[in-house]
T-cell receptor
Framework: DAKTTQPNSMESNEEEPVHLPCNHSTISGTDYIHWYLQLPSQGPEYVIHGLTSNVNNRMASLAIAEDRKSSTLILHRATLRDAAVYYCILRDNFNKFYFGSGTKLNVKP | DAGITQSPRYKITETGRQVTLMCHQTWSHSYMFWYRQDLGHGLRLIYYSAAADITDKGEVPDGYVVSRSKTENFPLTLESATRSQTSVYFC?????????FGSGTRLTVV
């Protein structure tokens, strides 16, 4: 099963950009890269996803390495509401998600 | 209301009892999933279903049973609850673009 590796925690100052890295060296050619966030006592929420090209939406940007063995979630201006656990996930051909341990993002005012 | 709902929100049960966690979605998504999340850890896949009457095991299926007679419902049953099954259980549905998760069921086995 495809796996992802993320730092356990990261810290950012409010209104500064945040780059959350993810390694997925065993990714296959058809695996999509998804990012979800989880707030305390809630289910994970969708942030962004991509296959090969960089992606932008109103919440964040996703930068995917050319060899697809790593990716970075970019929050352009961190707010206190962005403090959460962020999961980098690979979705396989059977539409299954495999979660890693995630990165806990702390945002300092 | 459209969405995915789980019930109950909280459940305390005794070791050895059978307990069923319910999951209902209103989108008619083909795929549905059950995950468990232990304190301080990520989510682990228990079972998934690609369509009604089609289910398959995930990473940690032992001690759990699922069924899917209707597209919108995907109940998870613990046949004989053990303390190691104390966890938060999340149900999700998917439309091939991404998952939508329920709010979770916090299960405590005493």
């Amino acid at each position: 099963d495809a796996k992802t590796t993320q730092p356990n925690s990261m810290e950012s100052n409010e209104e500064e950009p945040v780059h959350l890295p993810c390694n997925h060296s065993t990714i296959s050619g058809t695996d999509y890269i998804h990012w979800y966030l989880q707030l305390p006592s809630q289910g994970p929420e969708y942030v962004i996803h991509g296959l090969t090209s960089n992606v932008n939406n109103r919440m964040a940007s996703l930068a995917i390495a050319e060899d697809r063995k790593s990716s970075t979630l970019i929050l352009h201006r961190a707010t206190l509401r962005d403090a959460a656990v962020y999961y980098c996930i690979l979705r396989d051909n059977f539409n299954k998600f495999y979660f890693g341990s995630g990165t806990k993002l702390n945002v300092k005012p | 209301d459209a969405g995915i709902t789980q019930s109950p929100r909280y459940k305390i049960t005794e070791t050895g009892r059978q307990v069923t966690l319910m999951c209902h979605q209103t989108w008619s998504h083909s795929y549905m999933f059950w995950y468990r999340q232990d304190l301080g850890h990520g989510l682990r896949l228990i079972y998934y279903s690609a369509a009604a009457d089609i289910t398959d095991k995930g990473e940690v299926p032992d001690g759990y049973v699922v069924s899917r007679s209707k597209t919108e419902n995907f109940p998870l049953t613990l046949e004989s609850a053990t303390r190691s099954q104390t966890s938060v259980y999340f149900c999700a549905s998917s439309d091939r673009l991404g998952y939508t998760f329920g709010s979770g069921t916090r299960l405590t086995v005493v």
